[in-house]
């Protein structure tokens, strides 16, 4: 069982920038791991953001956050990392982290389905 805790969410101006992290625990993320972070608005479906290979230096970004958001981990704290740059009301959301234990192809990196574990979410607000 791997545990993800979220944290850093906020209100954030329109604009402006915010970091998110994810403290995983308990099981440790293999070699062939995934992380990623997905989001969700009310009314929305949860959608995709961003993406990375736990050991390896592959990242996959929605189009929507590509440029603006930044995903990185440290494997000597097992932390993921979303950092957001130039926030825009769209980007207001119930931020989730998750974990796909095992290897996965990068074509399926942004199927929330894939993903085996997943935190409680942290809000994040825009507004100005």
């Known amino acids: 069982q791997v545990n993800l805790v979220e944290s850093g969410g906020d209100l954030v101006q329109p604009g402006g920038s915010l970091k998110l992290s994810c403290a995983a625990s308990g099981r440790p993320l293999s070699s062939t791991s995934v992380v990623g972070w997905f989001r969700q608005a009310p009314g929305k479906e949860r959608e995709f953001v961003a993406a990375?290979?736990?050991?390896?230096?592959?990242?996959n970004y929605a189009g929507s956050v590509k440029g603006r958001f930044t995903i990185s981990k440290d494997r000597n704290t097992n932390t993921i990392v979303l950092q957001m740059n130039t926030v825009n009301p769209e980007d207001a959301a119930v931020y989730y982290c998750?974990?796909?234990?095992?290897?996965?192809?990068?074509?399926?990196?942004?199927?929330?389905?894939?993903?085996?574990?997943w935190g409680q979410g942290t809000q994040v607000n825009v507004q100005g």
């Open positions: 998750a974990a796909r234990s095992t290897r996965v192809i990068y074509g399926l990196w942004h199927d929330a389905s894939v993903y085996d574990y």
């Open positions: 990375t290979h736990w050991s390896g230096g592959s990242t």
